[in-house]
């Protein structure tokens, strides 16, 4: 099981003399004219995170919207309700000067944005986190798939990818789907299981009181956020579960029932100090 000993392999002790990009520049793509709180759920957890800059690319409503979220996110504003294939260019330019990239969280399934999705996906050479909207998309197009991508499913988003139920056997399951797919695969549950199709680990840290939506998304964000620091897949990942239930059993300490998401946020920087 992944224990609090993680943390010392994806956090390395700062120079005095450490500056703005240092420790990575993160781009979210997410959003739609109906959801803006999944891709700025992400963006803050990311930061809580130790990644320095987070840029949120979302179609205009949204990013509108998540811009008065917090100035600490930068929103890129995309013409349109929906992601397309008419801002793979603007996406493409954008990610030049960035170290990971998270998408799906909150782009809605569109069939033109399903389409963008796989288009970017293979265009993109950056390490990216395939979270939410965006495993719909990969499910029907698996060659986009790359070594140093995160796919971050549930048990449905699961089985969309490999036609498997995963209950059962967890370990076996996620291995083998990770080696045919040639990725890392965080599968979210009550345990987290993680593999790159070799090694393959568990996480037990959560609560019961995290099935509030928004928690998937803050998962995604942290583990977007320690790859952009430059992190591996397979130990970000570990690393990401294990902060995100971390949190989450902070928070429900004090929320139970009530614990939301943003709650999860705020208890991220008391899991380094534990």
């Known amino acids: 099981m992944i224990s609090e000993a993680i943390l010392g392999k994806v956090y390395k002790e700062r120079k005095d003399w450490s500056f703005k990009y240092d420790f990575g520049s993160l781009l979210i793509i997410g959003g739609s004219k109906l959801y803006h709180g999944a891709p700025a759920l992400a963006g803050l957890a990311a930061l809580r995170s130790g990644v320095d ?27 349109g309700d929906y992601l397309s294939q008419k801002h793979i260019r603007q996406l493409i330019k954008l990610s030049e000067k960035k170290t990971a990239v998270l998408i799906g969280n909150g782009l809605g399934k569109e069939k ?52 498997k139920e995963a209950a059962a056997d ?46 998937g998304d803050t998962i995604a964000g942290i583990c ?33 029932q009530g614990l939301l998401a943003t709650d999860i946020i705020g208890k991220i920087p008391e899991v380094f100090s534990c």
């Not at 591996?232 to 139970?256: D, H, P, R, V």
């Open 53 to 79: 800059l987070v840029t949120i690319a979302a179609p205009e409503r949204a990013a509108d919207l998540i811009a008065g979220v917090s100035p600490d996110l930068i929103t890129y504003p995309l013409n």
């Open 112 to 163: 033109e944005t399903i389409s963008a999705v796989i288009k970017f996906l293979r265009k993109n050479k950056l390490p990216v986190v395939i979270d939410a909207d965006a495993l719909t998309a990969v499910s029907k197009n698996e060659k986009v798939i790359k070594k140093n991508n995160i796919l971050t499913p549930h048990f449905h988003e699961f089985y969309l990818l490999s036609g």
């Open 170 to 215: 967890l370990k076996r399951v996620v291995k083998l789907e990770a080696k045919r797919l040639h990725a890392t695969i965080l599968l979210k549950a009550h345990i987290d299981t993680i593999s790159n199709g070799v090694k393959v680990e568990q996480n037990k840290t959560g609560s019961i009181f995290m099935t509030k939506g928004g928690t």
């Open 224 to 256: 977007a956020s320690l790859l952009a620091q430059g992190n591996s897949s397979f130990t970000a990942a570990c690393a990401a579960a294990y902060i995100n239930g971390k949190a989450g059993e902070l928070a429900a300490k004090e929320k139970q």
